[in-house]
């Protein structure tokens, strides 16, 4: 089977990293760099021959060490698959993922907000390097107090009174990083105009072997939800409708930390802003003892307690 190591930047001979089949080096596939360029180590259990996929693209022949150049801001991938010099593929494959975010991200600009009947639609102007938005909304400029996601450069809010005041800004996200807030607007929610949806709220998530199970409550006026997922608290960049208050993730690997959120569709397709985020972590010796996953590690039951 393949493995990776990996480093960013364009690395000497010298700096190359270890590669051990079957694994990945750094051991997380969320690292997060500011280089446009990185170095890939690619090794077997045996000599072989490499076809790589980057970013979800085609399969094409590479070799080690591998150089990619000029890579956009944003969550990157690389799948390595081995054969033998007969042609016999390894089993399974290895892959790496990792974001490239800019060392600073401006805030937005261009925030506009239209009032809706209970809510307002947010929209802004594109950052470079953004993998996802906050929207921050309160009673006055100086209490923004509540926030919603966004994935897009728009969203709507709803919930809101109609009749009262309510002020917005937005910051970019990128990895763990966060822009400062862009200027505030402010928009006034009015019975008759359109009716925007609130987001789901109360999401619980349950982790079980390569899988996540979503539970949350109902939306009024909501025809259907979507769940948003991925490997970074600020990059969901996975989407899955479902009409129902429920969802089950699957397909996820074991040990690895999953984060989620959910917003409510309307039946013209329309979104509201994400819920809070959950995490979730799926292993193989997931088990659920009353309300609480626990994970087992050898011999010791961790995280929670048999009654």
Do not use: H
């Amino acid at each position: 089977m393949g493995g990776i190591g990996f480093v960013p930047g364009e690395a000497t001979v010298g700096s190359l990293p270890a590669c051990e089949p079957g694994k990945t080096n750094p051991v997380t596939d969320t690292v997060e760099t500011e280089q446009t360029y990185a170095t890939f180590v690619l090794c077997a259990n045996e000599p072989a021959r490499f076809q790589c996929s980057v970013d979800g693209g085609p399969s094409e022949p590479c070799v080690s060490p591998l150089l990619l150049r000029n890579l956009e801001f944003g969550r990157r991938s690389l799948v390595v698959i081995a054969s033998d010099g007969n042609g016999n593929t390894q089993e399974g494959f290895v892959s790496f993922r990792w974001l490239i975010a800019p060392r600073e991200i401006p805030a937005p600009t261009g925030l506009t907000a239209q009032a809706g009947d209970g809510g307002a639609v947010l929209s802004w102007q594109a950052v470079a390097g953004a993998t996802g938005y906050k929207v921050y909304y309160g009673p006055s400029a100086d209490s923004l107090g509540q926030s919603v996601r966004a994935t897009e450069t728009s969203t709507s809010i709803g919930g809101l009174a109609n009749g009262t005041t309510y002020y917005f800004a937005v910051t970019a996200l990128a990895g763990e990083k966060e822009s400062p807030r862009s200027a505030a607007v402010s928009a006034t929610p009015i019975a008759g105009a359109v009716k925007i949806l609130s987001a789901p709220t109360g999401l619980v998530a349950t982790a079980g072997d390569g899988k996540v199970t979503l539970a949350w409550g109902a939306v009024e006026g909501a025809a259907s939800y979507k769940v948003y997922y991925g490997t970074a608290q600020n990059s969901l960049d996975t989407a899955v409708g479902v009409t129902g208050l429920t969802a089950e993730i699957a397909g996820l690997a074991n040990g690895t930390a999953y984060y989620f959120a959910v917003a409510s569709v309307d039946a013209s397709g329309g979104e509201s802003g994400k819920s809070e985020v959950v995490k979730s972590t799926p292993s193989a010796a997931a088990i659920i003892v009353g309300s609480q996953t626990c994970v087992l590690d050898t011999s010791i039951l961790d995280a929670c307690t048999l009654g």
